[in-house]
Nanobody
């Protein structure tokens, strides 16, 4: 199993970024996928979940209305569209899949600063 995130970077408050997570080594369309984040000095925080077929999504209250999780089961990729970014969104964002164990990507840094 391999999860590879991309798309992070430096953005000004109010800006947008789209994160991608390319998955391989398992039947992607069979599993829900999640995004988590970890800000400096803080615990991992769950951000969003999307069901295996993409029909159900859930979000943390802190990102609801600003972030959108989606997936492409042909490209084996899950996305996180982040709009109206705030400085408190600064974190390393991780893609996650749960099978018999948890799998994590290496993370992608998102920095929101003017």
């Amino acid at each position: 199993v391999q999860l590879v995130e991309s798309g992070g970077g430096l953005v000004q408050p109010g800006g947008s970024l789209r994160l991608s997570c390319a998955a391989s080594g398992f039947t992607f369309s069979n599993y829900a996928m999640r995004w988590y984040r970890q800000a400096p000095g803080k615990e991992h925080e769950w951000v969003a979940t999307i069901s295996s077929a993409g029909g159900t999504t859930n979000y943390a209250d802190s990102v609801k209305g600003r972030f959108t999780i989606s997936r492409d089961n042909v490209k084996n990729t899950v996305y996180l569209q982040m709009n109206s970014l705030k400085p408190e969104d600064t974190a390393v964002f991780y893609c996650h899949a749960r099978m018999l164990r948890d799998y994590w990507g290496q993370g992608t840094q998102v920095t929101v600063s003017s």
